[in-house]
């Protein structure tokens, strides 16, 4: 079972959209007691060294493994909400949300699942 997800929005953009769609990801994995989250920073561009970064990512501790079918599916359901896919990292191993069929994304994450001990 993995202790730390990492889930990011894909995409060139993501400067220009703020941190408030992880923001509002992290507060529905909150609200859903998925797990535990920590935010990830981007550094601050060089002409502004003393300003904190935009939030690039979201950790989640998963409390059972269990728990990551739900936070996969929540990750896909966010995908669409922002058109735009979600990057689930766990270990090194990395699955996008977003850029397949309904039948080709389901495969994808089962295979997932199987890799990282999920039930």
Same mark, same amino acid.
């Given at each position: 079972m993995p202790d730390i997800v990492r889930l990011e929005f894909a995409g060139p953009d993501n400067a220009q959209r703020g941190d408030k769609p992880l923001r509002l #990801? $992290?507060? /529905?994995?909150?609200?859903?007691?998925?797990?535990? &989250?920590?935010?990830?920073?981007?550094p601050p561009p060089e002409d502004n060294k003393g300003a904190d970064g935009i939030i690039e990512w979201?950790?989640?501790?998963?409390?059972?493994?269990?728990?990551?079918?739900?936070?996969?599916? #929540? $990750?896909? /359901?966010?995908?669409?909400?922002?058109?735009?896919? &979600?990057?689930?990292?766990?270990?090194?191993d990395s699955l996008m949300l977003g850029d397949a069929t309904d039948e080709q994304q389901r495969?994808?994450?089962?295979?997932?699942?199987?890799?990282?001990g999920a039930d």
């Open positions: #990801l $992290a507060a /529905d994995i909150t609200g859903q007691q998925l797990g535990n &989250v920590e935010f990830g920073y981007a979201v950790s989640v501790g998963l409390a059972a493994g269990y728990l990551l079918r739900d936070l996969l599916r #929540l $990750a896909m /359901d966010w995908s669409r909400r922002e058109r735009r896919p &979600v990057v689930v990292h766990i270990d090194g495969e994808l994450v089962d295979a997932f699942l199987a890799r990282h």
